[in-house]
């Protein structure tokens, strides 16, 4: 078994340490079926629209994205191993995808960009100020009335509804007590590698505050849910667990018109 472990500091060295795995966990039933069924749900339709891909990672919602007709993709990771893995990638047709290098709180300006999508991003924040940067340096990209569309923490789960998820291919823990940035460290099997990364935990109340001073309104946190698919190829009973404590859940929100 390969054993590949990020460090606690920046992400930067986390992801280059871990991109090839994490990359390779991707194929799993959770993100297939649940995940991204979820974000396609929430993000809605993209003919036409210009998408920033922020933690974009190997740009798997990247190409997706350019797949479903948007007019313009940009992807954008700060782990330079991350955006090497997206850059080997096929091309997808119709639609050249930029990807960058860069801090989702500290970009140059891209855009202008009609959907912020952000799977896995916001949680990464090192501290509530970080969130905050973040926050604002996502609403600096997009037009008055734009969406912001993510997949994040749950962070209304408490402590110690932290198991139950071996069978999936993971595990997350949290020193207790949890407090407002805690490190929450996931453990994931992929295959024969075993690997992990860490997040923070923030509250609820963190988060939308955060958006809202950063000019966002209309901020909604969503269940995640399963495509039918999904039941049909692994059976109900496969997903209870997962369903009902859930670790993670969606999050919209409107740049203010
Ligand atoms: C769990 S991965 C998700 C990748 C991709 N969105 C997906 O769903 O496959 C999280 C990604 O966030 C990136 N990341 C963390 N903090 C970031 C930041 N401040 N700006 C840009 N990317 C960041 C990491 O490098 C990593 O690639």
Redesign the pocket.
Known sequence: MNVAAGNAQA??P??DAIAGP?QRS?QSPIRRYVEGYTFFGLVGEVTGLAVL??????G??SRAFAGRGARRVVG????PA?IALAQAEPPVAGCAIEYRV????DLPPLGPFDIAAA???LH?ASDVAGLRR?CAGIARELVPGARLVA?NENPAQPEERYAGYLQYGFAKSVASPRREGSTITYAMVSGRELFR?EVRHFERSTYEAALAAAGFVDVCWHRLRLDPAGVTAHGAAYWEEYLGNPPVVGLTARRAP
Request: with cysteine; net charge negative; charged share 15%.
């Open positions: 992400a930067p986390q992801y994490y991707r891909d922020l933690a974009c990672g190997a798997t919602y954008v990771d700060i782990s991350m860069g801090d989702a709180a799977a896995y991003l990464y973040l997949i990364f």
